[in-house]
């Protein structure tokens, strides 16, 4: 990115921070890696954190290290405010987001906000209070649900239980203590119990998968069983999601992480990643990782599965019931209290 968009990101930056409720004497924490491919962001933040009368620094992660986050820097963030966090890379999984270090910085009251998108979707998805009250409004209703089923007319038929378990919320900011989320983003999501799933999931011609920023190309059918995926059926799509999970070594990345649906009613199918996680009315599923958590109400999943894997799939068109109430059909929020 040229350095000359600095002076122009340094505004709608502060719209953010503005969101998070930055105020004069707060610390703000800028925690990158190398390979953040919007290197100017920091910079950007800085300037819009010290128009606010914040302190900001950063903290600079290895490219290449171990997985564990080391505890300095985890003491560190902790003694923030505000994390905005730039350290995810094109194509991966976050190597912050599912990690012991984040929780302990959650814990610890800190405010935390992810942040990896061009300018061009920040600007486009700057936090909107209509997306925020849907995602709050329907975090509430999931959080009292037991089970979620899932038809579709491609063939999906999927049940799984979260009974027990929270129901998270992302609204593009983050403007309570111990609350992570996303910008950009709106969306509700559940950890559902890791041996509750059971049915077929069908991707249909367009659906997303997100690791892979691929939209399928031809139907592919993912059965699972007892929380687990046991096969998985299809084209070119359906191998490299065969492929992709057998890098893992590891069971778990083979079970159920989260679902839920977008709340983002300017979301362009397909536009980001992030446009396909929030799109109003779609369902997102996702198969690994879900551990996180943070003290606010809302925050994270609570779920049990630790695996490094962390996969999203966006899927339109879906009939969504949460026990016996249709939340989404064929793109839409059903509910008029969730709309």
């Given amino acids: 990115m040229s350095p000359n968009i600095i002076g122009e990101l340094v505004p709608l930056f502060k719209k953010e921070l503005q969101f998070c409720k930055v105020k004069q004497g707060e610390t703000v924490a800028l925690f990158t890696e190398p390979r953040f491919e919007h290197p100017s962001y920091w910079q950007a933040f800085m300037g819009a954190a010290e128009d606010l009368g914040a302190d900001v620094f950063q903290v600079t992660i290895p490219a290449f290290r171990k997985p564990e986050i080391p505890q300095a820097i985890t003491e560190t963030l902790q003694k923030a405010n505000l994390v905005i966090d730039m350290t995810q890379v094109p194509g991966g999984t976050s190597p912050w987001l599912y990690t012991d270090s984040h929780n302990k910085v959650l814990a610890a009251g800190v405010r935390t906000l992810m942040v990896n998108h061009p300018p061009q979707v920040l600007r486009r998805l700057l936090p909107d209070p209509a997306v925020a009250r849907r995602a709050r409004k329907g975090a509430e209703f999931l959080e009292k649900a037991k089970t979620i089923h ?190």
């Fill in 150 to 339: 899932v038809r579709s007319e491609a063939g999906t038929d999927l049940t799984l239980s979260k009974q027990g378990r929270i129901a998270g919320l992302q609204q593009g900011y983050t403007d309570e203590p111990g609350h992570w989320d996303h910008w950009p983003s709106g969306g509700v999501a559940t950890a559902p119990l890791e041996d509750s799933a059971n049915g077929s999931l069908v991707l249909n011609t367009g659906d997303w998968i997100v690791n892979f920023d691929r939209m399928v190309s031809e139907p592919l059918k993912i059965s699972v069983k007892d929380g687990k995926i046991t096969d998985i059926q299809g084209g070119a799509e359906a191998a490299m999601l065969r492929e992709w999970l057998k890098l893992w070594n590891d069971e778990w990345a083979y079970v159920t992480s989260h679902i839920g649906w977008g709340c983002e009613h300017r979301a362009i199918w397909g536009a980001s990643i992030m446009d396909v996680e929030s799109c109003y009315g779609s369902m997102l599923i996702a198969f690994g990782s879900n551990f996180f958590i943070g003290p606010a109400r809302h925050c994270g999943l609570g779920g049990k599965n630790r695996s490094k894997a962390h996969m999203d799939i966006g899927v339109r068109n879906c009939d969504l019931h949460v026990d016996e109430v249709l939340i989404t059909s064929k793109g839409q929020i059903v509910p008029d209290e969730l709309k």
